[in-house]
């Protein structure tokens, strides 16, 4: 390869650092393991709502464009998601030299529909079946104007969807999204998603708590934390944490009802992988099937035994490394039986070897790289 066949683009949904919630965890580190791999990485960050990040300059260059979340976008034929993300200066920037280019979801394909990039090798990280997973927004929503926008905009994305027609190749995060793709538009492989870590650095022993996490203020999130409170941990009498970013006053409510249920609200990076490390179980609901849920990827390799439904595992191949229930009653029973369990060198060793065969970020760019280049 000569020097112009390291350079690549990524169009990046938000500034994906801090990586602190699932989508920017898998961009984070895609980019830190390209860039580890040599690739000249040229990132193009959309802001809202993040600061501009020091350690993104670690990239060949980085440029910063303000997102666009003005009324108006709502009531354009393209997805909000993509509309507020149209930019001429991303445009021109791209135009200055012939480099390939990695879209991040749906959200940054914008370009793909401008006729001065018709001739450029575009590819696009799929994160999601981006309609189904506004569908599913909708169905978590309490509020009705939030519920009718997800249902608006899943009809928007299932109609510009067609745009992935144009990628040079589609990189799906699930075994389940990659079937999906390959039917509608071929030109697709399955790409693992990326974290923080490539080897599992679970606690042998037991703790002494069990632990829910994620973005409390994401609907699917809050509603999976006020499920498991109301169904399952407050039928219980051991020690209980649900731990993330910005819950809502109800969710605080709520956990204040159960003396044994303790709130976190923003732990920094180091307290929540305290958190993860010294659980006994870390429980994960979601009524959504969609996409690859990144922070059962971070339990497993930080965490003790990981106890899911069926929806959190489904298309990821990860459901044996994991124990499945799905009624309260099941929830119930299983974490009495595995809060009396050692976590021990052989369940790390099993865990290890399994999650090495997918979501090993130094074998997964590689196949990223030969894909590109």
Not at 353 to 360: F, P, S
Request: hydrophobic fraction near 40%; glycine fraction near 4%; aromatic fraction near 10%.
């Amino acid at each position: 390869m000569n020097d112009a066949d390291y350079h690549l683009h990524i169009i990046a949904f938000n500034v994906p650092y801090p990586a602190n919630y699932g989508g920017v965890i898998d961009v984070f580190y895609r980019i830190k393991a390209l860039v580890e791999a040599g690739i000249k990485v040229h990132l193009h960050c959309f802001k809202y709502g993040r600061s501009e990040a020091d350690i993104l300059n670690r990239c060949y260059e980085v440029k910063y464009y303000q997102r666009d979340t003005s009324l108006r976008r709502q009531f354009q034929r393209e997805p909000y998601i993509v509309a507020s993300r149209r930019s001429e200066a991303l445009v021109r920037n791209l135009l200055k030299d012939n480099y390939p280019i990695l879209c991040e979801g749906l959200h940054t394909t914008a370009v793909m529909n401008d006729p001065r990039l018709k001739d450029r090798d575009i590819y696009v990280r799929a994160h999601n079946i981006e309609h189904d997973y506004y569908r599913l927004l909708a169905e978590s929503e309490s509020k009705l104007w939030k519920r009718r926008f997800y249902k608006m905009e899943a009809k928007k994305l299932e109609r510009y969807e067609a745009v992935l027609e144009k990628a040079k190749m589609i990189f799906a995060i699930t075994e389940k999204d990659a079937a999906y793709f390959i039917e509608k538009y071929g030109h697709t492989m399955l790409l693992p998603g990326f974290n923080a870590v490539s080897k599992v650095c679970s606690e042998k022993g037991r703790g002494d708590y069990v632990l829910y996490h994620g973005n409390l203020s994401v609907a699917e999130n809050k509603k999976a934390a006020e499920w498991l409170i109301d169904n399952v941990f407050g039928e219980i009498n051991i020690p209980c944490v649900v731990a993330g970013l910005d819950p809502s006053n109800d969710l605080r409510e709520l956990c204040d009802r159960y003396p044994h249920v303790t709130l976190k609200a923003n732990p920094d990076d180091a307290e929540m992988m305290d958190l993860l490390r010294n659980a006994q179980i870390n429980v994960l609901v979601t009524d959504q099937p969609t996409g690859l849920k990144l922070k059962l990827l971070n339990a497993l390799y930080n965490g003790r035994f990981c106890l899911v439904n069926d929806d959190m595992v489904r298309g990821t191949s990860l459901e044996n490394l994991c124990v499945v229930a799905e009624t309260p009653k099941q929830f119930i029973s299983e974490i009495d039986r595995l809060m009396k369990e050692d976590f021990t060198d052989d369940d790390i060793e099993e865990r290890d070897d399994a999650l090495k065969e997918l979501y090993q970020n130094e074998k997964n760019v590689q196949l990223l790289i030969a894909s590109v280049f």
